[in-house]
């Protein structure tokens, strides 16, 4: 029975990933958010409840993945799909047939993302580089920025409005974060190892920032906790290519 008690909670991932399809399907959208949020809680103490009680296998691994691709898989696809849908001329698709071909492309953009997201999931199965950090966006930080869009445009919707407002801006963002889900870009881990700061160092810049946001721009800051995480990511990896100062010798 200890065995099946990380698989019980992946399986309550993928009942709140169930439900937040069901909700975003009656265009429920506060109600998909919090079920997706519920589902990260539970995708989080599966895999800590699995190393607690020393029974991490290869089939709760399989479930996992599996349990992702609903949660934060379909489920944002959804949230993008009905965000998209917002902007269109009329907002609802009774309005299908006067919309332009441009215009119904962007609204089958979000179809993007749980095939990339599935592709995302195989991946970092099979992907020794990964046990530490990622290669390219967790399909959690893709569902994340939508659920942070669907709180930014109900408590903040004037940053919101200013940002996203324009009906290509969420298709574009469905298309760049679908190829960050397979890219090779390095991606750091949220989770603190240790509490060093050599190690941890871009994670303490990342939640100092974000804090500071919080504090002086308030919710408005819910919006960029996944751009910001980008960014990062993206600073990051191009210092990289920075080369050092060669040392020089004085004689």
Same mark, same amino acid.
């Given at each position: 029975?200890?065995?099946?008690?990380?698989?019980?909670?992946?399986?309550?991932?993928?009942?709140?990933?169930?439900?937040?399809?069901?909700?975003?399907?009656?265009?429920?959208?506060?109600?998909?958010?919090?079920?997706?949020?519920?589902?990260?809680?539970?995708?989080?103490?599966?895999?800590?409840?699995?190393?607690?009680?020393?029974?991490?296998?290869?089939?709760?691994?399989?479930?996992?993945? +599996?349990?992702?691709? #609903?949660?934060?898989?379909?489920?944002? *696809?959804?949230?993008?799909?009905? =965000?998209?849908?917002? /902007? &269109? $001329?009329?907002?609802?698709?009774?309005?299908?047939?006067?919309?332009?071909?441009?215009?119904?492309?962007?609204?089958?953009?979000?179809?993007?993302?749980?095939?990339?997201?599935?592709?995302?999931?195989?991946?970092?199965?099979?992907?020794?580089?990964?046990?530490?950090?990622?290669?390219?966006?967790?399909?959690?930080?893709?569902?994340?920025?939508?659920?942070?869009?669907?709180?930014?445009?109900?408590?903040?919707?004037?940053?919101?409005?200013? +940002?996203?407002?324009? #009906?290509?801006?969420?298709?574009?963002? *469905?298309?760049?974060?679908?190829? =960050?889900?397979?890219? /090779? &870009? $390095?991606?750091?881990?949220?989770?603190?190892?240790?509490?060093?700061?050599?190690?941890?160092?871009?994670?303490?810049?990342?939640?100092?920032?974000?804090?500071?946001?919080?504090?002086?721009?308030?919710?408005?800051?819910?919006?960029?906790?996944?751009?910001?995480?980008?960014?990062?990511?993206?600073?990051?990896?191009?210092?990289?290519?920075?080369?050092?100062?060669?040392?020089?010798?004085?004689?």
């Amino acid at each position: 029975m200890k065995k099946q008690i990380p698989n019980l909670i992946t399986c309550m991932n993928v009942i709140s990933g169930t439900l937040a399809v069901f909700a975003a399907m009656h265009e429920q959208l506060m109600l998909a958010v919090v079920m997706i949020l519920t589902g990260m809680v539970f995708d989080f103490f599966d895999g800590m409840t699995a190393r607690l009680l020393h029974v991490k296998s290869e089939m709760g691994k399989e479930l996992d993945s +599996l349990a992702d691709m #609903v949660t934060f898989g379909l489920a944002p *696809a959804i949230l993008a799909f009905l =965000l998209i849908l917002r /902007e &269109l $001329p009329g907002g609802e698709l009774a309005n299908f047939s006067t919309w332009s071909c441009w215009e119904k492309i962007a609204l089958v953009c979000p179809l993007l993302i749980p095939p990339f997201s599935a592709y995302r999931l195989a991946k970092f199965n099979l992907d020794v580089r990964q046990s530490t950090s990622f290669i390219g966006m967790p399909t959690p930080a893709n569902a994340l920025f939508w659920v942070s869009l669907v709180l930014g445009s109900r408590y903040t919707p004037e940053m919101y409005e200013l +940002l996203f407002g324009n #009906v290509w801006v969420l298709p574009l963002c *469905a298309l760049f974060l679908s190829w =960050l889900l397979i890219s /090779e &870009l $390095p991606m750091f881990s949220l989770k603190i190892s240790g509490f060093g700061w050599s190690e941890n160092k871009v994670r303490y810049l990342y939640f100092i920032i974000l804090i500071a946001g919080g504090i002086f721009w308030g919710k408005a800051m819910l919006i960029f906790v996944i751009p910001l995480y980008i960014l990062f990511a993206l600073l990051s990896w191009g210092i990289r290519f920075i080369p050092s100062n060669p040392r020089v010798d004085r004689k």
